[in-house]
Protein backbone atom coordinates (compact mmCIF):
# COMPACT_ATOMS: atom_id res chain seq x y z
CA UNK A 1 0.00 0.00 0.00
CA UNK A 2 1.12 3.46 -0.99
CA UNK A 3 0.36 6.72 0.58
CA UNK A 4 1.07 10.00 -0.41
CA UNK A 5 1.10 12.84 1.73
CA UNK A 6 -0.76 16.16 -0.21
CA UNK A 7 -1.19 18.47 2.32
CA UNK A 8 0.78 18.72 5.70
CA UNK A 9 -0.72 21.91 7.37
CA UNK A 10 -3.34 22.86 9.49
CA UNK A 11 -6.56 25.27 8.70
CA UNK A 12 -4.37 28.55 7.52
CA UNK A 13 -1.91 26.62 5.58
CA UNK A 14 1.77 27.51 5.90
CA UNK A 15 2.94 30.12 5.14
CA UNK A 16 -0.73 30.88 6.49
CA UNK A 17 -2.74 33.29 3.54
CA UNK A 18 -3.16 36.63 5.98
CA UNK A 19 -0.90 36.10 8.22
CA UNK A 20 2.97 38.57 8.66
CA UNK A 21 4.09 36.59 11.42
CA UNK A 22 7.93 36.50 11.41
CA UNK A 23 7.44 32.20 10.48
CA UNK A 24 4.89 33.01 7.73
CA UNK A 25 7.54 35.45 6.27
CA UNK A 26 10.19 33.60 6.27
CA UNK A 27 8.47 30.70 4.90
CA UNK A 28 7.62 32.61 1.99
CA UNK A 29 11.01 33.24 1.52
CA UNK A 30 11.54 29.67 0.60
CA UNK A 31 8.30 28.35 -0.32
CA UNK A 32 9.49 25.48 -2.69
CA UNK A 33 10.86 23.98 0.67
CA UNK A 34 8.51 25.38 3.24
CA UNK A 35 5.05 25.11 1.78
CA UNK A 36 2.58 23.43 3.68
CA UNK A 37 -0.64 23.03 1.72
CA UNK A 38 -4.45 22.02 3.81
CA UNK A 39 -4.35 17.91 4.83
CA UNK A 40 -5.29 15.34 2.30
CA UNK A 41 -3.54 12.33 2.03
CA UNK A 42 -4.19 10.10 -1.42
CA UNK A 43 -3.99 5.80 -1.06
CA UNK A 44 -2.97 3.59 -3.70
CA UNK A 45 -4.22 5.93 -6.49
CA UNK A 46 -7.83 5.49 -5.73
CA UNK A 47 -8.45 6.31 -1.84
CA UNK A 48 -8.47 10.33 -0.69
CA UNK A 49 -8.93 11.36 2.91
CA UNK A 50 -10.10 14.69 3.29
CA UNK A 51 -11.02 17.32 -0.18
CA UNK A 52 -9.14 20.72 1.13
CA UNK A 53 -9.65 23.59 -1.19
CA UNK A 54 -5.47 22.50 -2.60
CA UNK A 55 -7.26 19.16 -4.43
CA UNK A 56 -7.15 20.66 -7.58
CA UNK A 57 -3.67 22.58 -6.59
CA UNK A 58 -2.41 18.55 -5.56
CA UNK A 59 -3.64 16.75 -8.58
CA UNK A 60 -1.55 18.81 -10.68
CA UNK A 61 1.26 18.76 -8.42
CA UNK A 62 1.40 14.91 -7.75
CA UNK A 63 0.22 14.09 -11.22
CA UNK A 64 -3.08 12.46 -9.93
CA UNK A 65 -5.83 11.18 -11.80
CA UNK A 66 -8.79 12.43 -9.59
CA UNK A 67 -11.04 11.09 -11.95
CA UNK A 68 -9.88 6.98 -10.98
CA UNK A 69 -10.44 7.76 -7.46
CA UNK A 70 -13.45 5.47 -6.57
CA UNK A 71 -14.00 6.57 -2.56
CA UNK A 72 -13.27 10.00 -0.49
CA UNK A 73 -13.01 9.57 3.21
CA UNK A 74 -14.16 13.30 4.85
CA UNK A 75 -12.96 13.77 8.45
CA UNK A 76 -15.44 16.42 9.18
CA UNK A 77 -16.68 19.81 7.56
CA UNK A 78 -14.11 22.46 8.64
CA UNK A 79 -13.20 23.83 5.57
CA UNK A 80 -9.31 22.99 4.97
CA UNK A 81 -10.85 19.25 4.89
CA UNK A 82 -13.87 19.39 2.63
CA UNK A 83 -14.17 22.05 -0.05
CA UNK A 84 -16.82 20.59 -2.10
CA UNK A 85 -17.55 22.98 -4.28
CA UNK A 86 -14.78 21.67 -6.52
CA UNK A 87 -16.91 18.93 -6.81
CA UNK A 88 -19.43 20.09 -9.60
CA UNK A 89 -16.16 19.70 -11.86
CA UNK A 90 -16.77 16.04 -11.97
CA UNK A 91 -18.19 15.26 -15.06
CA UNK A 92 -20.44 16.84 -17.93
CA UNK A 93 -18.34 19.12 -20.13
CA UNK A 94 -15.66 19.84 -17.27
CA UNK A 95 -14.34 15.73 -17.12
CA UNK A 96 -14.12 13.06 -20.29
CA UNK A 97 -12.97 9.82 -19.80
CA UNK A 98 -13.63 9.56 -15.89
CA UNK A 99 -12.07 5.95 -14.82
CA UNK A 100 -14.23 6.06 -12.25
CA UNK A 101 -17.97 7.44 -13.23
CA UNK A 102 -18.77 7.32 -9.61
CA UNK A 103 -17.22 8.72 -6.55
CA UNK A 104 -18.33 7.15 -2.91
CA UNK A 105 -18.02 9.69 -0.60
CA UNK A 106 -18.27 9.20 3.53
CA UNK A 107 -18.57 11.43 6.35
CA UNK A 108 -21.15 12.44 9.34
CA UNK A 109 -24.30 14.74 9.06
CA UNK A 110 -22.85 17.88 8.53
CA UNK A 111 -20.28 17.13 6.08
CA UNK A 112 -23.20 15.73 3.99
CA UNK A 113 -25.17 19.38 4.75
CA UNK A 114 -21.93 20.97 2.97
CA UNK A 115 -22.22 18.90 0.28
CA UNK A 116 -25.52 19.79 -0.67
CA UNK A 117 -24.44 23.41 -0.16
CA UNK A 118 -21.42 23.39 -2.49
CA UNK A 119 -23.13 21.74 -5.14
CA UNK A 120 -26.70 23.50 -4.66
CA UNK A 121 -25.70 26.26 -6.78
CA UNK A 122 -23.33 25.17 -10.07
CA UNK A 123 -23.84 20.78 -9.97
CA UNK A 124 -25.59 19.88 -13.43
CA UNK A 125 -27.73 16.61 -12.81
CA UNK A 126 -25.15 14.26 -14.70
CA UNK A 127 -22.01 14.99 -11.98
CA UNK A 128 -24.87 14.84 -9.12
CA UNK A 129 -25.40 11.20 -10.33
CA UNK A 130 -21.78 10.47 -10.01
CA UNK A 131 -21.41 11.01 -6.02
CA UNK A 132 -23.23 9.11 -3.62
CA UNK A 133 -23.11 9.85 -0.11
CA UNK A 134 -23.28 7.67 2.77
CA UNK A 135 -23.66 9.08 6.15
CA UNK A 136 -21.48 7.47 9.00
CA UNK A 137 -21.07 7.72 12.45
CA UNK A 138 -18.00 6.84 14.93
CA UNK A 139 -17.33 2.39 14.92
CA UNK A 140 -19.11 2.29 11.81
CA UNK A 141 -17.36 -0.53 9.75
CA UNK A 142 -17.69 -0.86 6.13
CA UNK A 143 -16.31 -1.56 3.04
CA UNK A 144 -15.14 0.69 0.25
CA UNK A 145 -14.44 -0.97 -2.73
CA UNK A 146 -11.57 -3.14 -1.71
CA UNK A 147 -10.97 -1.29 0.98
CA UNK A 148 -12.00 -2.21 4.82
CA UNK A 149 -12.44 1.04 6.39
CA UNK A 150 -13.74 1.59 10.63
CA UNK A 151 -14.40 4.88 11.59
CA UNK A 152 -13.39 6.40 14.98
CA UNK A 153 -14.54 9.27 17.23
CA UNK A 154 -11.96 12.83 17.34
CA UNK A 155 -12.13 14.67 19.87
CA UNK A 156 -12.67 18.28 18.19
CA UNK A 157 -15.29 20.20 19.18
CA UNK A 158 -19.00 19.54 19.58
CA UNK A 159 -20.47 21.06 16.57
CA UNK A 160 -20.24 17.89 14.51
CA UNK A 161 -19.15 14.13 15.35
CA UNK A 162 -15.54 14.68 13.49
CA UNK A 163 -13.88 11.21 12.49
CA UNK A 164 -10.81 9.66 12.13
CA UNK A 165 -10.37 6.58 10.01
CA UNK A 166 -8.11 2.78 9.75
CA UNK A 167 -8.18 1.84 6.57
CA UNK A 168 -7.00 -1.77 5.48
CA UNK A 169 -6.38 -3.43 2.19
CA UNK A 170 -4.24 -6.59 1.15
CA UNK A 171 -3.22 -6.93 4.95
CA UNK A 172 -2.07 -3.33 5.53
CA UNK A 173 -3.80 -1.14 7.55
CA UNK A 174 -3.39 2.79 7.99
CA UNK A 175 -4.49 5.01 11.15
CA UNK A 176 -5.17 8.71 9.85
CA UNK A 177 -6.01 10.75 13.53
CA UNK A 178 -6.11 14.16 12.28
CA UNK A 179 -8.06 16.20 13.35
CA UNK A 180 -8.47 15.32 16.86
CA UNK A 181 -7.09 16.23 20.53
CA UNK A 182 -6.29 12.96 23.00
CA UNK A 183 -7.76 9.78 21.52
CA UNK A 184 -11.26 8.73 22.99
CA UNK A 185 -10.24 5.89 25.00
CA UNK A 186 -13.20 3.74 23.75
CA UNK A 187 -11.21 3.44 20.45
CA UNK A 188 -8.35 1.24 22.18
CA UNK A 189 -10.22 -1.67 23.44
CA UNK A 190 -12.44 -1.36 19.68
CA UNK A 191 -9.42 -1.83 17.41
CA UNK A 192 -8.17 -4.59 19.59
CA UNK A 193 -11.83 -6.32 19.18
CA UNK A 194 -11.23 -5.96 15.50
CA UNK A 195 -7.92 -7.43 15.60
CA UNK A 196 -6.17 -4.22 13.95
CA UNK A 197 -2.45 -4.11 13.97
CA UNK A 198 -1.22 -0.96 12.24
CA UNK A 199 1.86 -0.73 9.79
CA UNK A 200 1.10 3.48 9.42
CA UNK A 201 -0.02 5.26 12.10
CA UNK A 202 -0.46 9.73 10.77
CA UNK A 203 -0.82 11.67 14.13
CA UNK A 204 -2.43 14.97 14.82
CA UNK A 205 0.34 17.00 15.83
CA UNK A 206 -0.81 20.56 15.42
CA UNK A 207 1.04 21.78 18.21
CA UNK A 208 4.84 20.21 17.37
CA UNK A 209 6.38 20.49 20.60
CA UNK A 210 4.58 23.00 22.52
CA UNK A 211 4.18 22.12 25.79
CA UNK A 212 1.16 24.00 26.58
CA UNK A 213 -1.28 23.19 23.96
CA UNK A 214 -3.42 26.27 23.32
CA UNK A 215 -6.53 24.07 22.98
CA UNK A 216 -7.75 20.20 23.01
CA UNK A 217 -8.94 19.52 19.58
CA UNK A 218 -5.75 18.96 18.46
CA UNK A 219 -2.44 17.03 19.81
CA UNK A 220 1.03 18.14 20.35
CA UNK A 221 3.82 15.16 19.62
CA UNK A 222 4.10 14.33 23.37
CA UNK A 223 0.39 13.57 23.56
CA UNK A 224 0.97 11.55 20.43
CA UNK A 225 3.74 9.51 22.48
CA UNK A 226 1.12 8.71 25.32
CA UNK A 227 -1.50 7.30 22.06
CA UNK A 228 1.30 5.46 20.66
CA UNK A 229 2.21 4.15 23.80
CA UNK A 230 -1.33 2.95 24.34
CA UNK A 231 -1.80 1.42 21.12
CA UNK A 232 1.32 -0.69 22.01
CA UNK A 233 -0.32 -1.59 25.45
CA UNK A 234 -3.03 -2.99 23.38
CA UNK A 235 -1.23 -4.22 20.88
CA UNK A 236 -2.25 -2.52 17.84
CA UNK A 237 1.08 -1.89 15.96
CA UNK A 238 2.98 -4.11 13.57
CA UNK A 239 6.99 -4.18 14.83
CA UNK A 240 7.67 -2.74 11.77
CA UNK A 241 5.31 0.10 12.11
CA UNK A 242 5.71 3.62 11.02
CA UNK A 243 4.71 6.55 12.84
CA UNK A 244 4.06 9.46 11.16
CA UNK A 245 2.94 13.24 12.30
CA UNK A 246 1.41 16.04 10.74
CA UNK A 247 -0.86 18.74 10.37
CA UNK A 248 1.66 21.08 11.63
CA UNK A 249 -0.23 24.70 13.02
CA UNK A 250 1.84 27.97 11.62
CA UNK A 251 2.43 28.71 15.07
CA UNK A 252 4.33 26.19 15.89
CA UNK A 253 7.03 27.09 12.98
CA UNK A 254 6.91 24.02 10.96
CA UNK A 255 9.69 24.49 8.85
CA UNK A 256 10.91 21.06 7.23
CA UNK A 257 14.88 20.83 9.30
CA UNK A 258 12.83 21.87 12.09
CA UNK A 259 9.93 19.41 12.02
CA UNK A 260 12.23 16.56 10.88
CA UNK A 261 14.55 16.70 13.49
CA UNK A 262 12.19 16.85 16.14
CA UNK A 263 10.01 14.16 14.38
CA UNK A 264 13.12 11.74 14.38
CA UNK A 265 13.82 12.69 18.21
CA UNK A 266 10.72 11.18 19.45
CA UNK A 267 10.68 8.29 16.88
CA UNK A 268 8.19 9.71 13.94
CA UNK A 269 8.75 10.82 11.06
CA UNK A 270 7.40 14.25 9.67
CA UNK A 271 5.41 14.49 6.82
CA UNK A 272 5.68 16.98 4.17
CA UNK A 273 3.62 18.20 0.78
CA UNK A 274 4.57 15.04 -1.17
CA UNK A 275 6.14 12.74 1.37
CA UNK A 276 5.41 8.97 0.02
CA UNK A 277 4.99 6.16 2.73
CA UNK A 278 5.43 2.71 1.41
CA UNK A 279 3.87 0.01 3.39
ZN1 LIG B 1 -7.71 20.60 10.15
ZN1 LIG C 1 2.20 33.19 10.48
ZN1 LIG D 1 -10.82 20.73 12.02
Known amino acids: MKLQYFGTAAAEGFPAAFCNCEYCRRARGGLAKELRTRSQAMIDDDLLIDFPPETYLHAMRYGADLSAVTALLVTHSHTDHFY???????????????????LAIYGNAEVESVLEEGLRR?????????????????????????????????????????LLYCVSKGGKTVLWLN?????????????????????????????????????????????????????????????????????????????????????EKYGFIAAHDGSVAEI
Do not use: W
Open 84 to 102: AQELVNRGYKFAHGMRAPS
Open 179 to 263: DSGPLEESIFPFLEEKGIRADLVSFDCTFADEEHPSGERHMNIFQNMEAREKMAKYRLLKPSAKYYVTHFSHNSAPFRDRMDALA
Open 122 to 162: EVRPSVREGLHFHRIAPFADFFAGEYHVLSLPAHHGNKEEA
